[in-house]
């Protein structure tokens, strides 16, 4: 688009029109999340964590507790948490309200709102744990009680609250189409189920292809577990895949419709898939290399809002597994080694976290956790200014909208976006536009992180954005 076709005036009429679709519109961004797990003792300070993944394709984090270093060191990144209940504690939050309440008012109320917390994930993989002492009714207690007390908060909208599950929870996974939750734990998963369908919150699985091809080598090919197989595998009711995700993802929306949700929304999410890069011996699919073939297409399906044969147009977001190698795991060597880095932060494998819109325009993932890092705007490192920029995969037609309320009604003076202005060139898109002119709305308004919102299309960046010629005011 060689015209500022995308930024022409518009009448008042439409101007008003754009600035309810601004204020009503749900952003359907193409989210890449990852699992930030912590049990090591050579990791890097949550701080340095939140610096590297800002700069980065990675807009949300999902944390196994509540850790507070963890919940401040995010805080005003433009980064979301998905925190958790440990399942420890879930019989307690079970029993009654007071509890949750206890829980919400010590463990998550202090961070937030600076602190995006989007979701409460009540324990994980709970109902398959192995764990006697641990009671499947408590999880649905647990999950009502946050709920209630979210809402008695006004935050119900903002943080949802749901569990996730191990593919254990199936009693079969193959064919997709015929799947069905184990028996034993029907009358459970209904609750679950419904509690997600009335509250409007996904259903989370941890699905790994690795496990399925490691034990089952002769039965099951490489590359359809690795992401990859042109030839596909045929379900009866004529579903073809070509991968064993989508085979797993689609026998967990058949349980769901044969409990009699069908048609009622409830969302998918992967909430963990990985791939280790180092396994036991003689482990031939724990590899460098497979680890990063399969991490890189899960990225890469998590950006192209890729539905499943069974729900093409159902985008499923995805959590890969994990940002870190955990050296303190128990269980075997590819339990301490599925971390797309190492303890010092260096990488275990490349995979391309590196994104065009980010806060150091992607460069930091290339280097070690708190390097610096040179760019065209010069050395990125965190200081005392601050400037507003569009998330990386925010919703186009929204940031248009936010662009012709920000150069119209906002005041915002964005001659230098214009055709002939000295940030028209370089990256022509709306993108790049709608960060110009949401940083000056930022800086007029005084630099208060509700003023960098734009309806959760903002983030607060530590590094200029600036590149060439086309400078970023500050305040």
Not at 232 to 251: E, F, R, S
Not at 256 to 274: H, K, M, P, Q, W
Not at 355 to 374: D, I, N, T, Y
Not at 384 to 407: G, N
Request: aromatic share 8%; glycine share 8%; with cysteine.
């Amino acid at each position: 688009m060689k015209a500022m076709s995308h930024l022409r005036r518009p009448p008042l009429l439409r101007l008003l029109i754009l600035q309810c679709q601004l204020l009503g519109l749900a952003i359907l961004a193409s989210a890449v999340g990852v699992n930030y797990g912590t049990v090591g003792n050579n990791l890097p300070p949550p701080k340095k964590v939140a610096q590297l993944l800002q700069s980065t394709l990675i807009d949300k984090v999902k944390i196994y507790d509540t850790d507070p270093d963890i919940l401040q060191a995010f805080a005003n990144t433009g980064i979301d948490l998905l925190v958790a209940v440990e399942n420890s504690n879930v019989t307690s939050i079970g029993k009654e309200t007071s509890a949750a309440e206890d829980w919400l008012s010590t463990r998550v109320l202090p961070f937030i709102p600076a602190t995006s917390v989007v979701a409460i994930c009540v324990g994980n993989e709970y109902l398959t744990a192995g764990d006697d002492k641990l009671e499947a009714n408590a999880l649905v207690r647990a999950m009502q009680n946050l709920h209630a007390v979210l809402v008695s908060h006004g935050l119900d909208r903002k943080i949802k609250v749901t569990t996730p599950h191990s593919m254990a929870v199936l009693a079969s996974s193959f064919p997709p189409s015929a799947s069905t939750f184990a028996l034993t734990l029907l009358p459970t998963m209904t609750s679950i189920v419904q509690f997600l369908a009335d509250t409007g919150a996904p259903f989370m699985v941890n699905a790994y292809p690795y496990f399925a091809y490691r034990d089952n080598p002769s039965s099951v090919s490489l590359e359809y577990a690795l992401l990859g197989n042109a030839t596909g595998v045929h379900d009866p009711k004529g579903y073809v895949y070509t991968n064993m995700l989508d085979a797993q993802i689609d026998a967990v929306r058949s349980a769901i419709a044969a409990l009699g949700f069908g048609n009622r929304s409830v969302d998918v999410t992967l909430s963990e898939s990985g791939w280790p890069s180092k396994g036991e011996k003689g482990d031939s699919a724990a590899t460098p290399e497979n680890a990063k073939t399969y991490n890189t297409r899960l990225i890469e399906r998590a950006q192209a809002n890729k539905g499943t044969p069974m729900s093409p147009k159902d985008k499923v977001e995805v959590f890969v597994f994990a940002l870190l190698n955990e050296n303190k795991k128990p269980g075997g060597v590819t339990e301490r080694n599925f971390g797309m880095f190492n303890g010092d932060g260096s990488k275990s494998y490349d995979v391309d976290l590196s994104c065009q819109f980010c806060s150091s325009g992607g460069e930091a993932a290339a280097g070690k956790f708190g390097e610096r890092v040179e760019t065209t705007a010069g050395t990125a490192m965190r200081g005392p200014s601050v400037w507003c920029v569009a998330k990386p995969h925010a919703e186009e037609r929204v940031l248009q909208a936010v662009l012709d309320f920000c150069c119209g009604p906002g005041g915002v003076d964005c001659r230098e976006v214009y055709q002939g202005g000295d940030c028209f060139a370089g990256p022509d898109k709306v993108h790049a536009h709608a960060s110009y002119a949401m940083n000056i709305y930022y800086q007029m308004h005084g630099r208060n992180y509700w003023n960098c919102d734009f309806k959760g299309t903002g983030l607060v960046s530590f590094s200029d954005p600036s590149y060439g010629k086309c400078r970023y005011p500050q305040q």
